[in-house]
């Protein structure tokens, strides 16, 4: 069933983004892509939980944010990891140490249920793609016509938007060396090859990047990152062509220390990057009621 813009009758949309330990939800103009700061509600959410105590934290999150909207809120876009059913709103999760417990559960229907709207009025999209639709509409990417972007976190997320339309590229799965990108461009590849060249084990990136710039081997890391980055893309983004590469997700505030190893590596395409933080997939995700963005439709 085709939502039409007479039916959305309003320009805001109950936005929500969807990570492995949270949920963050806020109100989105979809037609000038702004947040209202105000509204934005996160919770934390035991992502191995039980499949109730999992969709109670959801709703509490939705819940927050609508009683204090405003404006009618008939509208819900959802920035989700996969593996995911996006039209139907089905999450195949698994063998991912989290969200296990809502396999195969329409969390479509559980939307529309907690709010008292139409299932058709919820709408999924990946969560990388929704973070780099947001940059290319409303941040480090605003005015140009082709834009990539990847983001750079727990997994290697990518995707292109151009002329408002954003599509996953999944370059995460592609191979690459003796594997896939994913296993060299996400955070467990730092955490292995740490624990390579000096026998520590590191808990997460940011714990890495604290190092910096006085242990020798975090510096060595986070540079091999950069050249592996760097080979990686160049031949798929020599394809695509775009005329921007935004590099989104939290292990860009290190990017200070791999940047240069980057570039030095990458020269077809000019780098930026993310401006918006967690607002870049809020805003992704109301951008999909947009005509422009996505056919709005079930299937």
Known sequence: MKITEKEAGTSYVLSVDIGGSHITAGICNKDNFTVDEDSIVRVDVDSRAAAAEILERWQMALLSVTSKAKHPLNMVGVAMPGPFDYPKGISYIK???????????????????????EADAVLFRNDAEATIAGEALAGAGRGYGKVAGVTL?????????????????NYGSSPFKDSIADDYLSTRWFQKRYRELSGKDIPHVKALAALLPHDKTAVQVFSEFGFHMAEFLQQPLRQLAP????????????????LPAFT??????????????????LIGAAALFNNKNAVLSNS
């Open 95 to 117: 063998g991912l140490s989290k969200y296990e417990a809502i396999y195969g559960m329409n969390i479509k229907q559980a939307f529309a249920g907690f709010l008292g709207i």
């Open 153 to 169: 976190g727990t997994g290697f997320g990518s995707a292109c938007c151009s002329n408002g339309t954003a599509v996953d590229l």
């Open 243 to 258: 005329d921007l590469l935004i590099l989104c997700g939290n292990i860009t505030r290190a990017a200070g220390y791999f």
């Open 264 to 281: 030095a590596g990458f020269t077809d395409v000019p780098v930026k990057i993310a401006q918006l933080g967690e607002n870049a997939a």
